[in-house]
Structure formats: structure tokens, C-alpha cells
């Protein structure tokens, strides 16, 4: 049988001028390199009511590195959550996750954020894993 949790969705998410946040495409940097924040968002379906799941992120750039600044042992980024709605079905529980990382923006060019689901019991068996990109450039260069 087929495993139902998914993740629906993943972006890379930033606030406009009236502070609503919602997902972004282009990262403009006055300068790089550049220590920085970025917001992650992301949401689950499928998940079952009270169980536990390990959130896996990665954030890469087009050479395939890694600019988390985390220590290489704490890479890839893993979040426990725990779905939980009442008024949803027990066995198709939707999730949310935000999450806030700090990057080292080295280079332009289009950058790779990884996600990936698990069972907090299993870590190692990914339960769903999927992908988005964005775009990063230095102010007056579109590239």
C-alpha cells in the first residue's frame, strides 16, 4: 500500500512592504558573499493524526553545495513536527511548517531547496521528498 503522506508544497518565502508573507523567486543581494536569513515554508497532507515526523531541509546552490550555515554533521536541517488537527480525518492530516535558516549567499544563479518527509520512528526511510528553486542575483544584474 502506498504511503499517503506527501508534501504538498515548498517555497522560499519573504514579507512585502504590508508584512504578509508569501513565496519569492528573486533574492537580491547588494553584495555577495553574504550572511543571511531564509524563510521556508511548507505544507503536508496525509499525515496521520499524532504522529511524529522528522522534516528534512537543504538549501543548495548551482554548484550543488550547501549554504546552510549549520556544522557538516547537522546538515541536511531536520525539524521534528507533529501533525495534529482534530477536526481533520486521523489518517489525512494537513501540515504546516516555517522555518527560518541562516545561509551563506556566495554566488548568483539558481538555488535548490530540498525537502524531504519521514517518520520520526524511521528516519532513514524518506517517506516523500520534493524540490523548489529560486533565483539569486546582485542588485542591478539580472542574470
Request: hydrophobic residues 40%; glycine residues 4%.
Amino acid at each position: 500500500m502506498e504511503r499517503k503522506e506527501k508534501i504538498a508544497f515548498i517555497f522560499p518565502a519573504a514579507q512585502d512592504t504590508n508584512g504578509n508573507e508569501g513565496p519569492i523567486l528573486n533574492f537580491q543581494c547588494e553584495k555577495l558573499p553574504v550572511d543571511t536569513k531564509i524563510t521556508v515554508a511548507a505544507a503536508f497532507v496525509g499525515l496521520k493524526q499524532l504522529k511524529e515526523y522528522l522534516i528534512s531541509l537543504d538549501i543548495i546552490d548551482k554548484s550543488g553545495v550547501t549554504i546552510l550555515k549549520e556544522p557538516p554533521d547537522k546538515l541536511p536541517v531536520k525539524i521534528p513536527v507533529t501533525a495534529n488537527d482534530d477536526d481533520a480525518d486521523p489518517v489525512d492530516v494537513p501540515g504546516f511548517l516555517r522555518a527560518e535558516l541562516s545561509v551563506k549567499m556566495a554566488s548568483v544563479g539558481v538555488h535548490t531547496i530540498k525537502i524531504s518527509i519521514s517518520s520520526v520512528d524511521e528516519p532513514s526511510k524518506v517517506l516523500h521528498k520534493t524540490e523548489s528553486r529560486f533565483r539569486v542575483f546582485r542588485k542591478g544584474e539580472w542574470k
